[in-house]
């Protein structure tokens, strides 16, 4: 599934919510939904900071380092 298509889907979801309720299974699909989007969300903020460098003051560059 396209992110497109899982941000669609939470939005139809979150929209029926407001107005009539979600069943037991929509509900379980949406939690669904979200992780997957959340998990994406993770992942490409990852892969930006690995490529991310910081130039100091003397103009050498420094990779971001990731905390322990």
Known sequence: MKMDEVIARINVL??????????????A????L????IDSVKANLVGQLENTY???PDGKKKKVERKQ
Do not use: S, V
């Open 14 to 27: 979150a929209k029926k919510a407001k107005t009539e309720g979600l069943t037991p299974e929509e509900l």
């Open 34 to 37: 979200r992780r997957i989007y």
């Open 54 to 56: 910081i130039i100091g």
């Open 29 to 32: 699909e949406r939690d669904k």
